[in-house]
């Protein structure tokens, strides 16, 4: 892993090599480390340390990008080279703007050297608690412990500067029956991989498996639904591209108002409802600059219901004579909030427990599984429930039933959201995170059975 | 259309007849399969549809010379006319199937990675020389024409899907009209498998790739080829979307 020092020096190389009058470098170097388990075994243990360093040039808008491996001094300078033989063949870039000069890029994330630093020998004892856990009750375990460290350096002709280094971890289990008759599963990432709870997620992924044997079918529909956090991260994180500036002011998004216009500042979602992306916050690691190299900083993207803000890159903002927003993420307008998943739905004190006991008659879902856009305006989406799903009755849990294909935009389920539980941050299957509350939410549309265990 | 289909094949027939996946070495992330050990010799699709595993095939993007255990890339029988014969396999887990020898299967995305069992190229073989596109279509009363891709979605076992696509033509009475949108389909995997009743001839066989197919943990990419001719499908739930 790169030093701060040894990052700048190699920047500054790369930069040294190149005679366009633009000239961008990243300079990376990432490690992960994992043991993966299944059918109540290990069955891959790694480490894996790589590095990378990225260039970008650019002479009369015309841009051009190239990436090594190998850091030696030829293989920089062969980087280099691609990259400006690359430009001169690239046509101009029209909304191309010029280099950032020198930013000062706030701390975002204090460094946990023993999550940095995990190998095998951490990861396996959380292996083994879950098994054992596992084996007691005659279930299958399977599931995956893995830390990452990453450094990043970005560095520009101009004197802009940048240093990054953060580290992750996460465990995540799924626990089965031994005929295959029912699921469970249970999961946690931690910037401190001390946190992680092996114990816990090993009793709560096996309890979800023990009671939702024996799945009862029921009628597909509309229904009241209680989301755990993860799942209600799995769909609520999906709503980030429509707050584009760009792609709302030129129609493309659900904030944008037929013949012009947005709905900012429209109160579109209940009081309760607050979205925020949040760099700063202990909980999950985030990048202290956006994809514009502009330094992040904390916004609200919806206040107590209210559309708060909009994302504008640097393109879009100049063009448009706004600011550009410092979650603003994306190049070209399209970015959505960007800042490196840092977003959080603000949550309540009230317990998973006293949401169900609110609802009469409705599900408890679990988490979510491939879950595709099927419109990019509206945001609706499609995917399926996975790993417990039970009926709700009188408040209580009475039955558990099959899975379920749901059909819902994240913006509808914020509109139909009738109470908000305590906020944690998760981490969804296909690697999406955030700091989400449980929620419910009324007229969540299920189509459709799925036959899946 | 094949530039539909491919991915209705890749998602519904490709995935489910791993043999990780239908062992539970998958079942954290990518998920288990509808199809197990016992399913061999079973019927699972019509007697249209005869799929292969084809890692030889030239301008496929699942070729190869030899898989990742250094076994000789080959082409076999994954169902042969709707009936299930051959899991996709490695030489770690052929033999949990009583199989000889491994179809040779096993890759790595990259040299960092740890190879483990990937899907080859997956083919719906094409059906007889007299089958036309026309001919299919004209023996439809009320259906709908897809091509391209759209929206994909399948469970962890690949039972239930919901597949779209980025163009759609009604047909009505046996003739293809305009265009219409909005379209998706959700089924059942060995429901809809068994309602195909015709592919059309060699002569409509087309090929096609695709480059992020995801599995494993942490997630490894693969790049594969599918290929097949129009196809008809009986009975299949069509739904109006956002």
């Known amino acids: 892993m790169f030093t701060r020092d040894e990052a700048q020096k190699i920047a500054q190389k790369v930069i040294g090599y190149s005679t366009f009058p633009e000239c961008q470098v990243s300079v990376t170097a990432s490690g992960q480390a994992y043991t993966r388990f299944a059918n109540n075994g290990i069955t891959t243990a790694s480490l894996g340390l790589r590095q990378n360093v990225s260039v970008t040039v650019t002479r009369d808008a015309k841009t051009g990008s190239y990436a090594a491996d190998d850091l030696d001094d030829a293989s920089l300078r062969a980087a280099v080279k691609k990259a400006e033989e690359l430009a001169n063949l690239a046509p101009p870039n029209s909304e191309r703007l010029a280099a950032l000069g020198p930013q000062q890029y706030p701390r975002t994330f204090d460094l946990d050297e023993r999550t940095a630093k995990a190998r095998a020998p951490e990861m396996i004892p959380h292996v083994k608690t879950i098994i054992d856990i596992a084996l007691k009750q005659k279930l299958v375990a399977a599931g995956l412990i893995e830390r990452t460290h990453r450094v990043t350096a970005v560095a520009n002709k101009t004197g802009l500067f940048g240093f990054h280094e953060a580290a992750d971890s996460q465990l995540t289990t799924t626990v089965r029956m031994a005929d295959g008759s029912s699921s469970g599963w249970a999961g946690q990432p931690s910037t401190r991989i001390a946190e992680l709870d092996s114990a816990k997620l090993g009793a709560v992924a096996s309890e979800k498996c023990a009671q939702w044997k024996n799945a009862q079918r029921i009628d597909p529909g509309n229904y009241t639904v209680v989301l755990e956090p993860t799942a209600a991260a799995d769909i609520v994180r999906l709503i980030e591209s429509g707050f584009s500036g760009r792609n709302t002011e030129e129609g493309r998004t659900f904030l944008s108002k037929r013949g012009g216009g947005t709905m900012l500042g429209e109160k579109l979602f209940p009081e309760f409802i607050t979205l925020r992306s949040d760099p700063f916050d202990p909980r999950q690691p985030s990048s202290p600059w956006t994809g514009d190299l502009l330094p992040a900083k904390a916004i609200t993207w919806i206040d107590k219901g209210v559309t708060a803000n909009l994302a504008y890159d640097r393109y879009w903002a100049t063009k448009t004579g706004k600011q550009p927003t410092p979650g603003g993420g994306g190049r070209g307008g399209g970015g959505g909030f960007g800042g490196g998943g840092s977003l959080q739905l603000d949550g309540t004190e009230t317990p998973l427990e006293s949401l169900i006991a609110g609802v009469e008659r409705g599900l408890l879902i679990t988490h979510f599984w491939y879950i595709r856009g099927v419109n990019p305006q509206t945001l609706q989406q499609t995917g399926l429930t996975r790993d417990g799903v039970f009926l709700i009755e009188n408040g209580k849990i009475t039955t558990p039933v099959l899975n379920f294909r749901f059909l819902e935009s994240p913006v509808r389920l914020l509109k139909n959201t009738t109470k908000v539980g305590q906020a944690i941050r998760v981490r969804g299957l296909e690697g999406g995170m955030m700091i989400a509350p449980a929620l419910v939410a009324t007229d969540f549309p299920l189509p459709s059975i799925s036959d899946a265990i | ?242």
């Open chain 2, 1 to 242: 259309m094949p530039n539909h289909l491919m991915l209705t094949i890749h998602e519904s027939v490709a995935h489910p007849t791993e043999l990780d996946r239908a062992l539970g070495y998958e079942a954290n992330y990518a998920g288990t399969s509808y199809i197990t050990p016992a399913t061999i010799g079973k019927r699972i699709a019509s007697e249209h549809c005869t799929f292969v595993g084809d890692r030889t095939s030239p301008r496929a993007l699942g070729t190869v010379g030899y898989d990742d255990e250094g076994v000789k890339a080959s082409t076999f029988t994954i169902i042969d006319k709707g009936i299930f014969r051959n899991f996709q396999t490695t030489r770690e887990q052929a033999h949990l199937v009583g199989d000889k020898e491994s179809h040779g299967c096993s890759q790595a995305d990259s040299w960092a990675t740890v190879p483990f069992q990937r899907m080859p190229n997956v083919y719906l073989k094409a059906g007889s020389s007299d089958t036309t596109l026309e001919s299919l279509i004209a023996g439809i009363d009320d259906g709908v024409l897809i091509d391209g891709r759209g929206s994909y979605s399948i469970d962890q076992q690949r039972y239930n899907f919901q597949f779209g696509g980025d163009a759609f033509w009604e047909i009505k009475g046996g003739k293809k009209l305009g265009m219409i949108s909005k379209v998706a389909y959700q089924g059942r995997t060995p429901d809809f498998w068994q309602s195909c009743d015709g592919t059309a001839g060699p002569s409509y066989w087309r090929q096609y790739g695709t480059t992020g197919d995801a599995k494993g943990e942490p997630t490894q990419i693969n790049s594969i080829s599918h290929g097949c001719s129009p196809t008809r499908f009986r009975q299949i739930n069509v739904l109006v979307t956002d």
